[in-house]
């Protein structure tokens, strides 16, 4: 795979990450990590002054499919919809077998009476591997967003 | 045209598909149609249920230009501005003649005041004809929006 | 270099472009421009009607690098941060050495508060200057705002 190609095939897995989670199919969300894998949520500051300090941390997809059920377990009734507007991945590194991508995200809310907020926005500080020809998995994501707030951070993942 | 070549061309449909609309060159927009074309917008709620319930619904490129003729008689006065930001083409399935896509949308609202506003969201369930090599057009526009309530819908198409 | 491949190389212009102005590393946005540049924000109404009512101007690489040096001195405490979703870019007219091109953006801001608020949107209008294979850079660059008011206009380049 060339640079385009290779760029291409990120933008689709964030594509179908996006649909994944903004239909509401939260068990699919699993499916675009490697087994081995680390998912973190955290905020701007933290993140520009090294902190570990995570919102949301899971290591492994068996983390993530125990994140799901809870997420499942706690949310009965979903008075609100997501929307991820997701931007070109930047190629910030690119080997035969991993790259290192980073990608802005803004994510906007609708509530059942029909008002929009912007729910979150950020970037996706990715390591994605190259399982095999033109497939791509993420093995690690950190999302960094840019408020410190995120009130409704279980609703969804990011 | 190979995968990541197609996804260009699309992509730059809906870019030329935007600015049109965004610049309100309304005119421009049935041309992004085959002449054997259906046009709809709908809600989350109703596509999800299968129901047909649409807001809009326009069938051959006639219905369309019908449609902006209509619009132009209906806003004399332009108070207010739009801008599309549209994400990612997902495909979903590509044949040698018709692709099927997936593409995420926000449409925010600028006010002559100056106050900007989240006018809708939602996503373009797309049957892309490939024309000829390298062009494509719409045969048919599924638009679900996320909200139920879209109050202005009739000043631009979405 | 194909056109996908062209794109792409804009493509990631623009993202490197956002990423620094959104990490607050203003002194590498100049580099993003040819020593012989032009950079401009003006609004849709004077552009739509061909005035010259810019907000801001710059000529060469030298002013924007003044210009940079102004922002760091007048904002002692940056309270907010700043996140550009960048759409793709529309090529208009390709040459072998400058591409046109025109490229949606929506920028939002977060305050420390955790308040998202929308700070801007409009359209890149962009003369690409092809360097050297696989290297763009910036030769002119319209910033056309859709509101014309921005009153915080000075805390960051858009």
Request: glycine share 6%; aromatic share 10%; proline share 5%.
């Given at each position: 795979?060339?640079?385009?190609?290779?760029?291409?095939?990120?933008?689709?897995?964030?594509?179908?990450?996006?649909?994944?989670?903004?239909?509401?199919?939260?068990?699919?969300?699993?499916?675009?990590?490697?087994?081995?894998?680390?998912?973190?949520i955290t905020n701007r500051?933290?993140?520009?002054?090294?902190?570990?300090?995570?919102l949301v941390y899971a290591k492994g997809k068996g983390m993530l499919i125990d994140r799901v059920q809870a997420l499942r377990r706690a949310n009965i009734y979903e008075a609100q919809s997501y929307r991820h507007?997701?931007?070109?991945?930047?190629?910030?590194?690119?080997?035969?077998?991993?790259?290192?991508?980073?990608?802005?995200?803004?994510?906007?809310?609708?509530m059942r009476t029909g008002e929009f907020s912007a729910f979150a926005s950020g970037v996706y500080l990715d390591r994605v591997a190259i399982d095999r020809p033109h497939h791509v998995r993420l093995r690690e994501r950190v999302v960094v967003c840019d408020s410190s707030r995120i009130d409704t951070l279980l609703a969804i993942p990011l």
């Open positions: 795979m060339d640079e385009t190609q290779l760029n291409f095939r990120i933008a689709q897995l964030n594509a179908r990450y996006a649909r994944s989670l903004d239909n509401g199919l939260l068990e699919e969300w699993p499916e675009y990590f490697s087994d081995t894998c680390a998912y973190r500051d933290n993140h520009a002054h090294g902190l570990p300090g995570s507007v997701i931007g070109v991945p930047l190629i910030e590194a690119a080997g035969d077998e991993e790259v290192r991508t980073e990608t802005p995200f803004f994510v906007l809310r609708t």
